[in-house]
Every structure is written in C-alpha cells, then in structure tokens.
C-alpha cells in the first residue's frame, strides 16, 4: 500500500505471503523482499522484479546505510547484500549459535546490529569484507523482533521490554520501563520528528 499523507492508502502490489520488509535509501529506490522474490520502484507505484539466483525462505528485515543493502533471512544465519538494491548475492553469517535466527537489522553510522531470536549482535566492518558478527552485552532477552538506530541511539523490540543503547556497537542497553506489552510488537521506526512502535492491536509514539 503507498500514501502519500498516511491517510489514504492506495493498494499497488498484492501477495500470497505476508510481506515483512521493505527499505527505502531515502533518495531514489524502494526495494522489499518477499519469499525468493524482490523487487524495486522508483516512485513507489510501479515495481520491476529482480532476477536473482539467490533464495530466501523467510525475509525479515532489510536496510541500506548508504553503500550497502542488506536483507535478513529468517531461515538461517545468511544475508543478501547488494550494492544498488538491483544486484543481489547471498552470503553467511559466522558468528552464531546454530539456533540462532536473525530477525532485524539496523545501521548506525557505524556499525551494522542485527536483532535475532535470544540476542543483539554487530557488524563492525561496515563495508561487509568480514561477515563475523560479535554479541553484544545487551540482557537476557528473547526475540529482538526490530531494532532501530538513530546516531548513537539504539532501540530494539524484544520479548521482555524495549531496550536502549548509546554505543556504537550495541552494548550498555538499559530497559525502558513502561506499562507496554512487547510480545507482540513487531516494528519501530522513526520519521525525524517522532518514534513509532506498532505490533498486534497496539500503536504507541514518543
């Protein structure tokens, strides 16, 4: 659905699959990713898809920090990363359990953090060379289902509350008391002026 005053929302794309991500590089390409398809517009109304010998089962989330996109599989450990939103090639994560799920991802100026099914995770190589991500010293918490980077400041939606961090590589979190149930808040986002938590039956702003 496309609006352009988030009131009247006009349908141009339809799916049999829920659609999770979708990311935009705040110039000129929209790109989302569906199961083993993605596509682009420039205008948000016309979309073109992509041929891609990449796979992707369960696409979570996707993000560009100006050089690179990247696409979480919920699937397994794996990303797609592209260099123009057009051009896509699958690549593996190290650095995780075998169980682990990646869910969300986020860039912060600095680093790449990626939210998974029990923890929060960085990139410190922005340019994607080494794909060895780190764990961060964020609590034991489960299901990171979306993280969002503003500069310095790092929000992420997990099972037991929304967190903070104001480190580059996603440590030193703090819990935001609230009276908000997160088991079922699934995205954030922010739009210059405000942020945005949105899930099941709840939509909150601050």
Known sequence: YL?????????????????????????????????????????????????????????????????????????????LMSKNGILWNTY?????????KLKSITYNGTNWLIGSTHDVWYLNDSSLSDLTINQTQIPDVSLVNDIHSLGLLNLAITKQGLYRSNDNSGNQWTQINNDISYENINKICYNGIRWVIGGRNILKYS
Request: hydrophobic share 25%; glycine share 6%; with cysteine.
């Open 3 to 79: 609006t352009t005053n988030g009131l009247c929302w006009e349908q141009v794309e339809s799916h049999t699959s829920s659609l999770n991500c979708i990311g935009y590089n705040n110039k000129d390409l929209w790109v989302y990713a569906d199961k083993n398809k993605i596509k682009y517009s420039n205008d948000g109304y016309k979309w073109d898809s992509i041929i891609t010998n990449s796979t992707m089962e369960y696409p979570l989330a996707i993000d560009y920090n100006g050089s690179n996109w990247l696409i979480i599989d919920g699937c397994d450990n794996s990303i």
């Open 92 to 100: 593996d994560i190290t650095g995780t359990d075998t169980n682990e």
